[in-house]
């Protein structure tokens, strides 16, 4: 079932997602909704409390659009090593027609659990590094404008205050 996503400046954005005590099919059920609300938006990548749900489960799929899909579940994901620096530009589907250069490691390892309860690790980089970085954020309530500098930040806040006071 496709949900909707929530956007910036919505408060449940910024909750801390609980971890997930057992894999179960309530948790594969949200982890399909996850992966449908994802690819319909499109988007890259989705982290549960998008939706409204504090569990920290994330779904990604960096995949072209002429590659098959290839989806990418991480239920309490875990960086367990960072290094080196990454400078791109980054959106979010909880930040409609906002993008930014965030700093980011390069290279990272996380762990995390499957559908089965498994423990799984993956070595990323690039843009698969980057959307791990960004959707572990959406589990700590930090959004990829709270990385801008200060300046950058009061221009982003000002400009989404007048697009919500023209939808009025
Ligand atoms: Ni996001």
Redesign the pocket.
Known sequence: MIRTILTYPNPELKKKSAPVTIVTDSTRELVQDMAETMYDAPGI?LAAP?IGVHQRVIVIDISAKNEPPELIVAINPVIIHAEGDAYEEEG???VPSYAANVKRHARVIVKALDLDGIEQTWKADDLLAIAFQ?EID?LDGIL?VDHLSTLKRELFQRKARKAAEEKQ
């Open positions: 990548g998008q979010c589907l909880s960004h959406h990829f």
